[in-house]
């Protein structure tokens, strides 16, 4: 589990919140979900390409109210995804949230230990079944490797609301970092190392603007994050610090059966050392998806996205790789993606979809691709997942 | 068509037992709500009434005609988008969640005995517990 900074942080938080008086009832909710998987010539699921049964997700959260304006909330899940992410128990979040404005016009919190980032579509709710639109989100915004990196850090965030005549205006936060563990550095980086990979911070900020009378909202995110590797002894890699710095534009439009969503982004990737000493690159990439849902009556939803991304807007298809030894489809991911849910009972959903992909490059590792097993430029994917919340 | 659409939609917001209106309890100071304050207080997002008592917001399920009638009327939203509002605040522990009541007569209860609750009834369901609240725009 995460733990850099939380205890200190989240003491302080409690130290704010003082003094406690008699807390009301906690609410509990929670989550279950199973699925099946399987992506032939390919490791997104796992190595073999076989039938999985990797796809679960149990979640149980908790939310006290301490003080009049003093709140905790936290969130224990487990995952089991194959190799999308470590499989295991992670504590999501657990934050103080304290209330700092709350009037008709104008709500502000600040949220102060392991908080949840508030700055993209999903990016608070993609690790809860049922409230994400598919099964596997866009991997140009939301790319799996990465999750439990981007769901939440330790730190401090802030998250307000402003009501206007001309309409509502959502602003967000936060500074943080995340711990990394040996089986998260191996997705990122390499099976290979053995080192310590180390988030130094994490900074972000966004926007969401949508005006009265619409149904379509328009928001702006930004991120700039650094990270560090010191390598284990006997291993091929360097010392490195790698910069991540991501703009991102996001779209939603909501009618009575048809949902929009597109977020657009340019990421900057910088590394300094890691593949040998003095190595440096920096490297800008592109992406973005187009994300529809039509609902029918009865509980039935068709959805579809279309995932665009490549890793170096300078080489759109990856035609330079080669010079490394690495063939042209780790340069760009692709894909188009299908799919049904199916409200089944009240708190009950069965959904399933199929990915038809080009390209690798969003698969994992990030940093030192799987040139055994992802092989294939064309591959697929194809996930089944029946889920229960209350 | 346009005409004749929204004629419909009058007559149907008319009868009897239809038309939805908005109530607070009588310790509840404000009776005058915007659009924009109505969307605060029922995202749950704003939990303080001017004179900082909490807001108890009280609720039928989603799939009723009269919950749908005050989404759509007053808040100006789709039922499916209040639904996505509470569910992202309650997995990401941002917010809390409405109590919810499964027949108008548990939640007219509900809202007489609940000192700050806010909720909705249908038209002639008011009684000398309850204030109605008028929307206004600035």
Redo the contacts between chains.
């Keep these: 589990m995460k733990s850099n900074n939380f205890g200190a942080v989240l003491t302080l938080a409690a130290t704010l919140s003082l003094p406690v008086v008699a807390a009301e009832q906690p609410e509990w909710h929670g989550f279950i979900a199973q699925g099946l998987a399987q992506a032939s010539d390919s490791n997104a699921i796992n190595d073999s390409g076989k039938l999985s049964a990797k796809l679960t997700e149990i979640g149980i959260n908790s939310r006290w109210q301490l003080t009049e304006r003093v709140r905790l909330a936290g969130q224990v899940v487990y995952l089991n995804g194959g190799n999308r992410y470590p499989e295991g128990a992670r504590l999501d979040y657990l934050f103080v949230d304290l209330s700092v404005i709350d009037t008709f016009d104008h709500q502000l919190n600040l949220y102060a230990g392991r908080y949840k980032n508030q700055h993209w579509l999903f990016s608070s709710t993609r690790d809860v079944p049922f409230t994400r639109p598919s099964i596997i989100l866009p991997q140009s915004v939301y790319y799996d490797t990465f999750r439990d990196i981007a769901v939440g850090s330790d730190g401090i965030a802030i998250k307000g609301f402003l009501q206007h005549d001309l309409g509502e205006l959502e602003y967000n936060w936060s500074y943080g970092a995340t711990s990394i563990n040996t089986e998260q550095s191996q997705l990122l980086l390499s099976p290979q190392v053995s080192g310590k990979a180390r988030q130094k911070y994490v900074h972000q900020a966004s926007v969401f603007w949508q005006p009265a009378g619409s149904q379509a909202t328009y928001g702006i995110s930004l991120l700039d994050s650094e990270f560090n590797y010191r390598p284990g002894a006997a291993e091929p890699f360097s010392y490195g610090e790698v910069r991540i710095q991501r703009a991102m534009l996001n779209w939603r439009y909501q009618l009575e059966n048809w949902e929009l969503a597109a977020e657009l982004m340019q990421e900057r990737l910088a590394i300094d050392g890691f593949y040998l000493p003095g190595f440096s690159r920096s490297q800008s990439g592109l992406g973005g998806y187009l994300l529809a849902k039509y609902r029918f009556n009865q509980g039935l939803s068709f959805i579809s996205s279309l995932d665009y991304l490549t890793r170096d807007k300078d080489d759109k298809r990856g035609s330079q790789l080669a010079i490394q030894g690495i063939p042209a489809h780790f340069g760009y991911q692709q894909s188009l993606m299908l799919g049904l849910s199916y409200d089944v009972a009240a708190n009950w959903r069965l959904q399933a979809e199929h990915h038809w992909v080009d390209g690798t490059g969003r698969l994992s590792p990030s940093l030192v691709p799987d040139l055994v097993v992802n092989q294939q430029r064309y591959w697929q994917v194809w996930a089944l997942q029946l889920m229960y919340w209350f | 068509m346009r005409l004749l659409c929204s004629l419909c939609c009058l007559l149907f917001l008319s009868l009897p037992g239809l038309a939805v209106e908005v109530v607070v309890h009588s310790s509840v100071s404000e009776t005058q709500l915007?659009t924009?304050?109505l969307?605060?207080i029922f995202s749950m997002?704003?939990?303080?009434w001017?004179d900082?008592q909490?807001i108890q917001v009280l609720v039928l399920p989603s799939e009723t005609t009269q919950h749908n009638l005050f989404t759509r009327n007053y808040l100006?939203m789709?039922p499916?988008?209040l639904d996505?509002i509470w569910?992202?605040q309650?997995?990401?522990?941002?917010g809390?969640?409405p109590v919810q009541y499964a027949t108008v007569q548990e939640l007219q209860a509900a809202l007489e005995r609940t000192p700050g609750a806010i909720g909705y009834l249908p038209q002639g369901w008011r009684s000398a517990e309850l204030k109605v609240v008028t929307l206004y725009?600035?």
């Design positions: 915007t924009a304050q969307r605060a997002r704003q939990t303080r001017a900082g909490a100006k789709f499916y988008q996505a569910h992202r309650r997995f990401s522990g941002i809390g969640t725009e600035k």
